[in-house]
């Protein structure tokens, strides 16, 4: 695997890593459950139920890579940027500017 420098760089790679229509479904709803529950927390000074927030947006997203993608998810390799990317996927699903399907 190239060693990518910036999120720039890193993106177009996974993408790439993501092309299956199920594989973004459960990362978009991975990250939407990621972020509902960091918006919950906030709002209830529930501290202590951050630590689901990786198994929420992990357990989807990995599900995805094992048994749709059939690829080893880039998190192992690029934590923050795989991290920043599936944040960035989820917003550009949100407002239209990817879909689902590839």
Known sequence: ?????????FYPFYL????NTTSRVL???????FFSLVIYCISTSSWN????GPIAGYGFA?????????????TFQYPLFSL????????EILF???KFTV
């Open 16 to 19: 790439e890593e993501h092309q």
């Open 49 to 52: 139920l951050l630590i689901f």
């Open 62 to 74: 990995w599900v995805g890579h094992f048994f749709f993608e059939k690829n080893k998810p880039a």
């Open 27 to 33: 990362h978009f709803i991975g990250t939407g459950l």
């Open 1 to 9: 695997m190239a060693r990518y420098k910036t999120l720039n760089e």
């Open 96 to 98: 239209g500017k990817q």
């Open 84 to 91: 920043l990317s599936d944040f960035r996927l989820f917003f």
